[in-house]
């Protein structure tokens, strides 16, 4: 048996997450990680979540797209960055990503 801080430690592949959330597929919720659409940890190059994480996609695709993408864009919104510290050059590469 497993404590809950040791439970927050064990970390599952996607495929796990998929079949334990009833998403669509692992592929499904690696391309909702790499959009930021809810929590999960890379090792490396590979996304791994914890039972709380499955949790939280659960509780995301409960939600449904239309009320995601309100919290996302109210989200981007109140979490403005001072960018003063960058370069020229990643200044104008992170508002290239923006316009794309």
């Known amino acids: 048996m497993t404590t809950p801080a040791e439970a927050e430690t064990e970390t599952f592949d996607l495929a796990y ?8 597929s692992a592929d499904w919720i690696r391309r909702k990680l790499n959009a930021n659409a809810f929590r999960g940890r890379r090792a490396g190059r590979e996304w791994r979540m914890t039972e ?7 509780a995301w695709m409960a939600r449904g797209p239309e009320v995601a993408a309100e919290t996302n864009a109210a989200t981007e ?3 403005q960055l001072d960018h003063s510290g960058l370069t020229p050059t990643s ?3 992170l508002e290239q990503r923006r316009t794309h």
């Open 17 to 24: 997450a998929a079949q334990k959330s009833g998403a669509p």
């Open 52 to 58: 709380s994480d499955i949790a939280g996609l659960v």
């Open 77 to 79: 919104t109140s979490t």
């Open 91 to 93: 200044r104008r590469r």
